[in-house]
């Protein structure tokens, strides 16, 4: 399996979105998949707020660990983190849309009547995993 259809199949296991993200690469850098959980699980759903889709924000995560210099408490050690974001950013938007989770839903899922609706409408089995793909492989490009 690759890691795109098994971040989809660890998210339809009820993974945040950010995690099953974030967990197809903790071997790779050698991070604590507990860590990588607990680090991921306040994301999902836009942060709860309808914001950047927790897909997106896991794929950030990870291009940190690949992109950051050794300094990257200094902007210079952050600059090609910045712009794999960006990179990223724009491949997601080409094909998505947007980045924003109450925009690719279609409901704001930053109120309880937005996430009632997405609920009853079943989006995040139906719509999320979509983008949970398209994260992994834009991300598995840029790898």
Known sequence: MNRASDAVEKFLQGYACTQAILTQYCEQF?????????????????????????????????????????????????????????????????????????????CDVGTEAGMQEARQKDLFKTICPKFVRISAEILEEMM
């Open 30 to 106: 050698d991070l604590n998949p507990d860590i990588a959980m607990k680090l991921a699980a306040g994301f999902a759903a836009g942060m709860r707020m309808g914001k950047i889709c927790g897909a997106v924000t896991g794929a950030y995560m990870v291009l940190g660990l690949k992109y950051s210099g050794e300094n990257c408490d200094q902007p210079e050690g952050r600059k090609n983190v910045y712009n794999a974001v960006c990179e990223f950013t724009e491949k997601f938007i080409r094909i998505s849309g947007t980045i924003e989770c109450k925009e690719l839903l279609g």
